[in-house]
């Protein structure tokens, strides 16, 4: 009804007191000399409608009629009466705003079925120069099936160490499901070396979305946990093989905790 509460209650009051129990409301008094007309408002609709603007917002109509000695009314009058009219949206040959596609949702309910992967940094004594940590997980027991260490961030790499993971885990092109390999849009992940040496494993591949950094949760955790881990170092890795060693141990360390938390649950 467009009252407030009070209102209400003031009525309902005058009208069990006998009164009238009308509207009372007088509304403002105050005169805007400066508010657009009818005649203003069909013109900036008729304005906005022309061919030469049907396309543009209003922060570029105002600017072109400026241009031309023209003053309609201003860029939030502009705007104020398109939002009225219903035509405050994209216009003219703008696209107009594709559904939002939905996301694809892995389930992991057994070993083997989702793996995640990711590449992480990790400091050396030489300012700019980083040693690069390949991390693979099992998405259903957290396992860490595979990790390499290399001094550059290759899809060759990743390529071989998938490989050897496959051969490890028997995983076999010919599976009734497949496994699913998911990482995130880095260039190593989107390469094309990769997607060729997973075609030939029988591997599918699933991506974050764009620009969206909480899709590939487990291997970002897992690497906060790698990196906040009480044995990790204070400084920096001098070589390749002091990284590889301390990384070995970690793994050591963390997969049988790992297996035996998945086997109980």
Same mark, same amino acid.
């Given at each position: 009804?467009g ?7 003031? =009525? ?7 009164g009238?129990g ?5 509304? +403002? ?7 657009l ?30 241009? $031309? ?5 201003s860029?939030? +009058? ?5 939002? $009225? ?6 216009r003219?040959?703008?696209?107009? %705003? ?6 694809p ?9 989702v ?12 300012r700019?120069?980083?040693?690069y #940590? ?6 259903w027991s ?9 001094e550059?961030e290759?899809? $060759?790499?990743a390529?071989?160490?998938v ?6 885990? =028997? ?6 499901q ?15 070396t ?10 599918l591949? +699933?991506?974050s ?6 899709d590939?949760?487990?291997?970002? +955790?897992? #690497?906060?946990?790698v990196?906040?881990? %009480?044995?990790?170092?204070i400084?920096? #890795? ?5 990284a590889?060693? =301390?990384?070995?141990? #970690? ?6 905790s ?8």
């Open positions: 009804m009252i407030s509460l009070r209102t209400l209650k003031r =009525w309902r009051r005058a009208f069990l007191g006998h009238d009308g509207d009372r409301r007088k509304g +403002s008094p105050r005169h805007v000399a400066h508010r007309s009818e005649e203003e408002r069909r013109r900036i609709l008729l304005t906005c409608n022309q061919p030469e603007y049907a396309s543009l917002p209003p922060g570029q109509i105002v600017p072109a009629l400026a241009d $031309q000695d023209l003053f309609i009314g860029e939030s +009058s502009f705007y104020r009466v398109l939002h $009225q009219a219903g035509q405050c949206q994209r003219g040959r703008a696209r107009r %705003p594709q559904e939002p596609r939905t996301v949702r892995l389930r992991a309910d057994r070993p083997n079925a793996w995640s992967w990711d590449i992480t940094y990790l400091l050396t004594t030489v700019g120069v980083w040693i #940590f390949y991390l693979v997980i099992d998405v957290r396992k860490v099936v595979a990790w390499d260490v290399a550059r290759d899809a $060759q790499v390529a071989e160490l490989s050897r993971t496959c051969l490890r885990e =028997w995983i076999s092109k010919g599976r009734h497949p496994l699913v390999l998911h990482a995130d849009n880095g260039n190593a992940m989107r390469a094309a990769l997607e060729a040496r997973l075609e030939e494993l029988g591997v591949r +699933s991506f979305r764009p620009r969206v950094s909480n590939n949760p487990y291997s970002e +955790s897992l #690497f906060r946990t990196k906040y881990s %009480p044995d990790y170092p400084r920096p #890795f001098t070589s390749k093989a002091e590889c060693e =301390w990384v070995m141990s #970690f793994v050591e360390w963390y997969n049988p790992t297996v035996t938390a998945a086997s109980s649950s």
